[in-house]
């Protein structure tokens, strides 16, 4: 017979796996498929920890990995909004709020308490761990987009200009990534693989 604490973080890891399930707009590289959020959250993770060193800013890599590995709990169930849907962006952050309320209401007190945290620190997008969070989260299906010859931005008509807007709002937290990211949607771009105006 397990303690109850333990059968609410069973129960939590149980409902985790639904993450598995939510797919996104990125596509990965080596099949026809778009990714899932728990790929997506394992991929920032491994980038906390492999790209810390090109940080602008003091971080904590452990709760920058912690930050980006719970970002998207959230979408199990309020689903996953794609940066670039204007009408879906009005009601994200309510839909996420009552998610985050159940979905983390299944652990224990302290580490609801602890994971919520980290999911609002992120959204806040106000510390430095968490805008170096953002950098990734945003650097990421970039990346991939980009290796995958546009592939979602075509999909979606993106526009360079949509990109760049979106992926250097917190490019203070990383100079490096920052002219990483502006050089590869520069690229994309001459490529035809984002729009311009």
């Given at each position: 017979?397990?303690?109850?604490?333990?059968?609410?973080?069973?129960?939590?890891?149980?409902?985790?796996?639904?993450?598995?399930?939510?797919?996104?707009?990125?596509?990965?590289?080596?099949?026809?498929?778009?990714?899932?959020?728990?790929e997506?959250?394992?991929?920032?993770?491994?980038?906390?920890?492999?790209?810390?060193?090109?940080?602008?800013?003091?971080?904590?890599?452990?709760?920058?990995?912690?930050?980006?590995?719970?970002?998207?709990?959230v979408?199990?169930?309020?689903?996953?909004t794609?940066?670039?849907?204007?009408?879906?962006?009005?009601?994200?952050?309510?839909?996420?709020?009552?998610?985050?309320?159940?979905?983390?209401?299944?652990?224990?007190?302290?580490?609801?308490?602890?994971?919520?945290?980290?999911?609002?620190?992120?959204?806040?997008?106000?510390?430095?761990?968490?805008?170096?969070?953002?950098?990734?989260?945003?650097?990421?299906?970039?990346?991939?987009?980009?290796?995958?010859?546009?592939?979602?931005?075509?999909?979606?008509?993106?526009?360079?200009?949509q990109?760049?807007?979106?992926?250097?709002?917190?490019?203070?937290?990383?100079?490096?990534?920052?002219?990483?990211?502006?050089?590869?949607?520069?690229?994309?771009?001459?490529?035809?693989?984002?729009?311009?105006?």
């Amino acid at each position: 017979m397990i303690n109850e604490r333990l059968k609410k973080q069973i129960n939590f890891m149980l409902e985790l796996d639904k993450m598995k399930n939510i797919y996104r707009q990125t596509y990965v590289l080596h099949e026809d498929r778009k990714e899932n959020d728990a790929e997506h959250s394992w991929h920032l993770a491994i980038l906390a920890f492999l790209l810390a060193e090109y940080a602008s800013v003091p971080i904590d890599v452990t709760k920058v990995m912690k930050m980006v590995l719970v970002h998207d709990v959230v979408e199990i169930d309020a689903g996953d909004t794609y940066c670039y849907d204007e009408g879906g962006n009005k009601t994200k952050a309510e839909r996420e709020e009552k998610s985050a309320q159940r979905v983390f209401g299944l652990l224990p007190d302290d580490q609801k308490e602890e994971f919520y945290s980290l999911w609002r620190e992120f959204e806040d997008n106000q510390t430095n761990d968490s805008k170096f969070a953002a950098v990734l989260d945003k650097m990421q299906p970039v990346i991939l987009n980009y290796t995958k010859n546009g592939i979602s931005w075509k999909e979606h008509g993106v526009y360079k200009e949509q990109v760049e807007k979106r992926c250097l709002s917190s490019a203070d937290a990383s100079d490096k990534l920052a002219e990483l990211i502006q050089s590869i949607i520069d690229d994309a771009a001459s490529k035809g693989f984002l729009r311009t105006k």
